[in-house]
């Protein structure tokens, strides 16, 4: 089974409007990513998508626009719109990862203009207590086209620009020492999927056969009877966490089954009462496709979900968050996800304050700034609850002298920008 690094860190040198400096750890179970809209918080992910890309060894004239024509990934603005909008024509990504053992550090820079996008330079450091190498450095090749060169200590050769070396590694190209243990340290990148569920999307029928969560989770019918047949008991843990959600005495998931092979979720009430998803609500759908997304993933995965509180009922935060730290123990699985929720917020414990990162705007671009290193981190900590604190004593005013000003309505995305 893949484990994750203990330390888990992407940076972002050169991507879209973040500033030089920005990085997102995740080395917490989860992690929260708040802020006001048009604060990279979508972008975040979005990077950790393309670097997953190229971790698979997908090619870069896959990364298309939204609604882009024939595209293997899309991301917003497609590669262009990665690009800083400082003149330059490059955009750079980067990746730490570390163990007890040692520490990988990995970085890719592509070039894009007019003749399209190639790999500019790629780099594996690899760290073993006091000792630092290279394993290997590429760097573009001489004229348009022409490629890149690998330079490991003792060899060299050419290899395409439309792919990075580890993506080549691991589509069955050069099987070298360094590329398989950097294949085995990002392993857990190929299974990297960003969900953002459309509830309107999962009131159909789906062919049992689909049994991975689609990222608009348009198949979670067959990705909850799947998971019912093949492992009883997160099937289980599913029931038990939707039985919190909708205002009934007690529910149970169960199925129309249709001659085709085709399969749609009910919803039983303790009346005897029998609901498919066609007529179920947004929030119940979306929370059974988040439980029976955390049940499925891979051991040794990140799973993302946007809005992660989209269509949920504020009471029912606590209920969420619990289910998606349990699930996350039991497979092995860091949790990155988004929200605009102060009741989610409120979920927290002060122990798990940690586990917040805010993304803002700041002089040199957008920023992601871990939760203890805000202006008045302590003082929010010894109220308990930040969206309370917040929903009840309004933050944005005037600070009295015992306190800083904190901003958090700002900072939770709730207010005016």
């Not at 594996?124 to 890149?148: C, D, N, R, W």
């Not at 580890?166 to 990148?189: F, I, Q």
């Not at 205002?247 to 009346?271: I, S, Y």
């Not at 002089?363 to 929903?391: D, I, N």
Request: aromatic share 6%; glycine share 12%.
């Amino acid at each position: 089974m893949v484990s994750l690094p203990k330390d888990l860190t992407l940076r972002l040198p050169r991507f879209k409007g973040f500033a030089p400096g920005a990085a997102l750890s995740l080395q917490q179970p989860l992690t929260l990513l708040i802020g006001r809209n048009g604060t990279g918080k979508t972008n975040a992910l979005e990077a950790f998508k393309l670097l997953a890309h190229l971790c698979r060894g997908g090619r870069l004239p896959e990364v298309t626009d939204v609604g882009g024509y024939g595209g293997y990934l899309e991301v917003r603005g497609g590669l262009p719109g990665c690009v800083p909008q400082d003149g330059g024509r490059r955009m750079a990504l980067g990746l730490d990862l570390a163990n007890h053992d040692g520490a990988l550090r990995y970085d890719v820079a592509i070039d894009v203009d007019e003749r399209g996008a190639r790999i500019a330079t790629e780099e594996l450091i690899v760290h073993e207590g006091a000792t630092q190498s290279v394993v290997f450095h590429l760097k573009a090749g001489q004229g348009p086209g022409a490629g890149f060169v690998v330079i490991p200590p003792d060899t060299g050769f050419p290899v395409s620009d439309d792919r990075t070396y580890l993506g080549r590694a691991d589509g069955g190209g050069e099987k070298t020492k360094a590329a398989d243990e950097l294949r085995e340290a990002v392993r857990w990148l190929v299974d990297f999927r960003v969900f953002d569920f459309h509830p309107e999307a999962m009131r159909q029928f789906a062919d049992h056969r689909l049994h991975q969560m689609a990222p608009n989770g348009f198949n979670v019918s067959a990705a909850a009877y799947a998971l019912r047949a093949t492992n009883p008991e997160g099937f289980r843990q599913v029931e038990q966490f939707i039985a919190t959600i909708p205002d009934a005495d007690a529910c149970k998931l169960g199925f129309v089954e249709a001659p085709n092979g085709q399969v749609m979720l009910e919803l039983e009430e303790a009346t005897g009462r029998k609901y498919d998803a066609r007529v179920l609500s947004d929030g119940t759908l979306r929370a059974i496709a988040v439980a029976v997304a955390m049940e499925t993933t891979n051991p040794g995965s990140v799973v993302t979900i946007e809005e992660i509180e989209r269509g949920l009922h504020p009471a029912r935060a606590r209920a969420l968050v619990k289910h998606i730290l349990e699930a996350g123990s039991r497979r092995d699985a860091r949790v990155l996800a988004t929200t605009h929720s102060p009741a989610v917020l409120d979920a927290l414990t002060v122990e798990q304050y940690g586990s917040i990162v805010v993304a803002r705007r700041g002089a040199g671009g957008h920023e992601l700034v871990p939760f203890w290193s805000l202006p008045g981190a302590e003082y929010l900590a010894e109220k308990g609850r930040l969206g309370a604190a917040e929903t009840q004593e309004g933050l944005t005013g005037a600070a009295p002298p015992s306190r800083p000003a904190v901003d958090l309505d700002a900072l939770l995305g709730m207010g005016e920008p």
